[in-house]
C-alpha cells in the first residue's frame, strides 16, 4: 500500500500540498536569478500558448477528478449491496427448516460484525485478507446454503431465492475488494505529473515587473494543483485511509436484524 493511505488526512494533505507549492516559488526563484524571463514583448505570445496548454490540462485533470468520484461512488454503492443482500439472506433464511435456518443466521451475523470489526480497519491498512475471518465465515456460510435440503415447497421457494442472492452476495464482495483497493495507474500519475510541471513551469517565465506578484501567481497555481492532487489521492483507493468508504451500511444491517430478532424472534421460534 502506498504510505500515504498510512496518513492521518491533515499529514496527506500537508505532505501532498506542500511540495507543490515549494517547487512551484523554487521554480521562480531560479528563473529570476538566472534572468531567463521572457522579454516584455513576448509575454503576449507566450500567454497564448499557456492558455492552450493550461486549458488542454485541465480538462484532462478534470475528466480524472471525475472518473476517481465516479469510482468512489461506485464502491459506495457496491458496499450497499453487499450489505443489503448479506441482511435479506438472514431474513428468508426464516423460511428455512432448523437446524440450517439457525446456522445459516448466526454465521450471517457473525460475517457482519466481522467485516466492521476487524475487516474494514485490515483493509484500509492495505492488509491482506484473504485468510481473514469474515472470508471464512462466508465460505461456511455459502457451504451450509448450498447444502441445505428443503423440506417442503416453501421451503424449496425461499432456498431458491436464497441462493440468487448468496451468488449476488459473493459477486459483489468480489467487486468491492477489486474496485476498493485499485486506483490510477503509474502512467496517468506520470502525466499528471508532466502536465502539472508544463502548466506551472510556463508561469515562471513571464516577465513580472513585481517578484511578489510572480509569487503569488504560481503560488496560487501551485496550491490548486496541490489541492486537485490531494482529491484525486485520497479518493483514488475507495477503501484505503482514513478518508474511505464508510462500513455504515453494514451497521445499518446488524441493527436492523437486532430490530427483527426483538420483533419477531420468539414467533418464529415458535
Known amino acids: ?11 496527506m494533505f ?22 531567463w524571463m521572457l522579454d516584455s514583448e513576448d509575454n503576449s505570445a507566450a500567454a497564448l500558448a499557456h492558455a492552450f496548454v493550461g486549458v488542454l490540462y ?11 468520484q465516479s469510482g468512489y461512488a461506485e ?10 443482500l448479506t441482511g435479506d439472506l438472514y431474513i428468508d433464511s426464516n423460511g428455512l427448516s432448523d437446524p440450517d435456518r439457525s446456522e445459516i443466521q448466526r454465521l450471517t451475523k457473525q460475517y457482519l460484525r466481522a467485516v466492521v470489526d476487524e475487516e474494514w480497519a485490515a483493509i484500509s491498512r ?33 432456498y431458491g431465492e436464497m441462493l ?38 510556463m508561469a515562471w517565465f513571464y516577465n513580472t515587473i ?16 496541490g489541492l486537485m492532487i490531494f482529491l484525486i489521492v485520497a479518493m483514488d483507493h475507495p477503501l484505503w485511509g482514513q478518508f474511505s468508504v464508510s462500513s455504515g451500511p453494514f451497521s445499518e444491517v446488524i441493527e436492523d436484524i437486532e430490530l427483527w430478532e426483538k420483533e419477531f424472534g420468539q414467533q418464529t421460534e415458535k
Open 1 to 11: 500500500m502506498n504510505p500515504l493511505y498510512t496518513f492521518s488526512q491533515p499529514l
Open 14 to 35: 500537508t505532505v501532498i500540498l506542500l511540495p507543490c507549492v515549494l517547487l512551484g516559488l523554487a521554480g521562480v526563484w531560479v528563473v529570476r536569478q538566472g534572468g
Open 58 to 68: 485541465a480538462v484532462a485533470l478534470g475528466l480524472m477528478v471525475v472518473g476517481v
Open 75 to 84: 464502491v459506495e454503492m457496491v458496499v450497499m449491496k453487499e450489505a443489503y
Open 126 to 158: 492495505g492488509e491482506d485478507i484473504t485468510e481473514d475471518k469474515a472470508h471464512l465465515l462466508l465460505g461456511e456460510l455459502a457451504h451450509l446454503i448450498i447444502l441445505h435440503e428443503p423440506q417442503s415447497d416453501r421451503g424449496l421457494v425461499v
Open 164 to 201: 440468487s442472492q448468496l451468488n449476488a452476495l459473493l459477486d459483489q464482495r468480489r467487486e468491492r475488494l477489486h474496485l476498493g483497493v485499485n486506483g490510477v495507474g503509474l502512467v496517468t500519475w506520470i502525466i499528471v505529473g508532466m502536465g502539472a510541471f508544463m502548466t506551472i513551469g
Open 210 to 225: 513585481s517578484p511578489r506578484a510572480h509569487y503569488g501567481l504560481v503560488g496560487i497555481m501551485s496550491v490548486m494543483f
